[in-house]
Nanobody
Framework: QVQLVESGGGLVQPGGSLRLSCAAS????????MGWFRQAPGKQRELVAA???????KYADSVKGRFTISRDNAKKMLYLQMNSLKPEDTAVYYC????????????????WGQGTQVTVSS
C-alpha cells in the first residue's frame, strides 16, 4: 500500500506558475509508475502526466510543453511543475500510483491523495 498527500495548489493568474507536490508513505514508492490526474467540475478525471520509476514521462496533449512531471524516489516525492497556466487548467489535481499495461496505457491503482485545488483566474 501507499498513502499519498498532495500540496501546492492555489489561485494563480493566467500565464502564472505553480508547483504541486505529492508526498508518499507506505510501501516501496519507487516500484510504481506515478501519475497526476485532474478533475474539473462536471468533467471526468483525466490523466495529465505520468512518470516511470526510471523517469520516462508522458503528457496529455493539452499540457505538453507547459507542465513537467518529476519524482525523487529517495524522498518518496512526486512533483508537477505547471507553467503558462490557463483558465482551462482549473481543476482538483490528484496524484496516483499505478502501472502501464502492455499497450503503454496508464492503469491507476486505487491509491489516491485527497487532491489539491488549482484555480487559474484573473
Amino acid at each position: 500500500q501507499v498513502q499519498l498527500v498532495e500540496s501546492g495548489g492555489g489561485l494563480v493568474q493566467p500565464g502564472g506558475s505553480l508547483r504541486l507536490s505529492c508526498a508518499a508513505s507506505g510501501s516501496a514508492f519507487s516500484i510504481y509508475v506515478m501519475g497526476w490526474f485532474r478533475q474539473a467540475p462536471g468533467k471526468q478525471r483525466e490523466l495529465v502526466a505520468a512518470i516511470t520509476t526510471g523517469g520516462t514521462t508522458k503528457y496529455a496533449d493539452s499540457v505538453k510543453g507547459r507542465f513537467t512531471i518529476s519524482r525523487d524516489n529517495a524522498k518518496k516525492m512526486l512533483y508537477l511543475q505547471m507553467n503558462s497556466l490557463k483558465p482551462e487548467d482549473t481543476a482538483v489535481y490528484y496524484c496516483n500510483a499505478g502501472r502501464y499495461d502492455s499497450a503503454y496505457k496508464y492503469i491507476p491503482y486505487d491509491y489516491w491523495g485527497q487532491g489539491t485545488q488549482v484555480t487559474v483566474s484573473s
